[in-house]
């Protein structure tokens, strides 16, 4: 391909949106809008990327920059032909054509850009547009064609007669065009429309009305992947193809997807071959998870690494955490930010994990709280412990060495450390230090009375 720089629209109102946040912030599993065209972009080999941006969209401006873009502030969104138009000096030193991109367009491929591009250059088009057949062709802008079949102009359907509004074929939002012709032809529009704004689509009708070579090149395949998230509406469609491609992309690799439909991956997770995957199990932000895992129904992993052969049962909870290999956690766990979960760890029922390292083969089977908790392999943590590890101002430690065992009920008042081999008896409230192999108990001693007479009655009953 020849010199190619790229643009990709942003600055728009986002009007239909009707939210605080800006539409290509918004995110699509797990990554905002805006970051799928860059993407896209990129893989295409452009340079420059331009995006261009509102005044007030800092976090647009932020994600851009983290990715290698420049940003070309639109002070007021007056159209898209205008948007484009802010991207001029950015592009003062760049000669060939610009690829045109819409940042509420996620699932464009990078196939479809290189087909376009080499069809426009191909054709030595001067403008090229990516056109799509559309059962419902909605809101997208009409692509009109001569009884030749020649592209003549694209018409917004606000401004359609309705003739044009039958027309199936419309316009992606996708154009490369030769950059001076552009730019030149980008200050000659005018706002005669619904709208009043300057429509980067007339540069259509101008090339036609000057003789030039005009490309309207249809994309083919699956419409969707042209979509347009104008409203949430669109946003929920565009979020299930999305989904769709990505669980196919893992069941591909390997990866059992027992219920594609109801399994919710983030673009950014990776998965290991021979791993299940139940229904209902959100895979959220940048989690790993090994081979031959299984992750059962109602599982949410945020940001997590997860080794290989571990076992997160039914509606476990876990983010910003570690599981080692061949652990088993859950049901109904809770591993909340910094946990780090050893090999062979069982981890049980309505049991909290906060900040705390369990290691090798240790247990905590069933409704416990360990929050900033160091404790040891192979302790065996009865039901029912808790640690104390708040005093209303500061937080505090608990040490539990190897091999402890800590019967249920137990409660470690940290700062507290407990020796390797030791020995909690049941329902005890720990707040002193204990030695190795010593068996530390606080229960008072059980009384029997015999023969006892309770000496109040129940009112009216006998
Ligand atoms: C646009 C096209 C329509 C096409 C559709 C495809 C025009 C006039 N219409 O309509 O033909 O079928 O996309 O999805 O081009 N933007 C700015 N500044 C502005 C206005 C918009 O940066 O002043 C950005 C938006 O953030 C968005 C993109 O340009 O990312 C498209 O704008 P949008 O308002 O969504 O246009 P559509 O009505 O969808
Ligand atoms: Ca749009």
């Known amino acids: 391909m020849g010199k190619l720089a790229v643009v990709i629209l942003a600055a728009g109102k986002s009007t239909r949106m009707k939210s605080k946040t800006s539409k290509v912030m918004h995110l699509l599993a797990g990554r905002p809008l805006i970051t799928y065209s860059i993407e896209a972009a990129a893989a295409v080999n452009v340079r420059p990327l331009v995006v261009v941006a509102g005044p007030d969209q800092r976090d647009v401006m932020a994600e851009v920059k983290s990715r290698g873009g420049i940003v070309a502030i639109q002070r007021e969104a007056l159209g898209t032909g205008h948007a484009v138009l802010q991207a001029r000096p950015a592009l003062s030193g760049f000669k060939g054509r610009v690829l045109i991109l819409c940042g509420d367009a996620p699932l464009v491929r990078e196939e479809t850009l290189k087909k376009f591009v080499s069809e426009v250059e191909e054709q030595n ?51 490369c065009v030769e950059k001076k012709w552009l730019f030149d032809t980008l200050t000659k529009i005018e706002p005669k429309n619904h709208q009043k704004e300057y429509y980067l689509t007339d540069i259509a009708h101008r090339a036609i009305s000057e003789g030039k070579k005009m490309v309207a090149f249809p994309g083919g395949g699956d419409p969707r992947e042209f979509l347009g998230v104008n409203t949430r509406v669109d946003l929920a469609e565009a979020t299930a193809c999305m989904r769709e491609r990505i669980n196919r992309r893992h069941m591909l690799a390997g990866v059992s997807i027992v219920d594609p439909e109801r399994t919710y991956i983030d673009a950014d997770v990776r998965i290991g071959n021979d791993t299940t995957i139940w229904p209902g199990a959100m895979l959220l932000g940048k989690s790993r998870i090994g081979s031959a895992c299984t992750i059962e129904n109602g599982v949410v992993l945020k940001n997590s690494t997860v080794d290989d052969s571990v076992h997160i049962r039914s509606y476990s909870v876990i983010e910003d955490s570690s599981i080692a290999r061949a652990a088993v956690v859950g049901p109904f766990s809770r591993l909340r930010p910094a946990s780090v979960i050893g090999k062979n760890v069982r981890i049980g029922n309505f049991v909290e994990i906060k900040k705390s390292e369990i290691k090798e083969g240790a247990k905590a089977n069933h409704l416990t709280y360990l929050g900033d908790a160091t404790i040891g392999p192979r302790v065996n943590v009865g039901c029912g412990t808790i640690t104390c590890n708040y005093d209303g101002r500061a937080k505090y430690r608990t040490f539990v060495g190897e091999g402890a065992f800590i019967g249920s009920d137990t409660q470690f008042v940290a700062p507290v450390r407990i020796g390797r081999g030791a020995t909690i008896g049941a329902g005890s409230t720990i707040t002193k230090d204990v030695p190795p192999k010593a068996l530390a108990l606080t229960r008072s001693p059980q009384v029997i009375v015999k023969n006892w007479k309770p000496k109040r009655q129940v009112k009216g009953k006998r």
């Open 125 to 175: 088009a001067v403008c090229g547009v990516l056109t799509m057949e559309m059962k419902d062709p909605g809101s997208y802008g009409r692509i009109i064609r001569d009884l030749d079949g020649q592209p003549v102009r694209i018409v917004e359907a606000r401004d359609a007669h309705k003739d044009d509004l039958a027309v199936k074929e419309v316009n992606s939002g996708i154009f």
